[in-house]
Nanobody, 118 residues
């Protein structure tokens, strides 16, 4: 019913920048919090950043000052601007969105690979 489509992943050199976007679509769509998670092979999925409909943000300590999350509530789209990228940022980045009225209901994108070379 709800689809999340990510775009923007790719290969970038350390110190460079990359922007990700994720658009949610579906019938009777009502999206609450949105965010980005990342996962490396064999590792758990960790929060990178999230943002409420009102624009309140939370960031993982490892990305504070380097990444910026934003959203467009009309487009149901969340963005992640990644600057000063490090090789340790390499991961599959997954878009997440919560149902506005039942926040425990979460939707996930398929993920987009970000590779940071040294």
């Amino acid at each position: 019913q709800v689809q999340l489509v990510e775009s923007g992943g790719g290969l970038v050199q350390a110190g460079g920048s990359l922007g990700l976007s994720c658009a949610a679509s579906g019938s009777m769509l009502s999206i609450g919090d949105m965010g980005w998670y990342r996962q490396t092979p064999g590792e758990q999925r960790d929060l990178v950043a999230k943002i409420t409909r009102g624009g309140r943000t939370n960031y993982a300590e490892s990305v504070k000052g380097r990444f910026t999350i934003s959203r467009d509530n009309v487009k149901n789209t969340v963005y992640l601007e990644m600057n000063s990228l490090k090789p340790e940022d390499t991961a599959v980045y997954l878009c997440n969105a919560a149902n506005r009225w039942t926040p425990s209901t979460n939707y996930w994108g398929k993920g987009t690979l970000v590779t940071v070379s040294s």
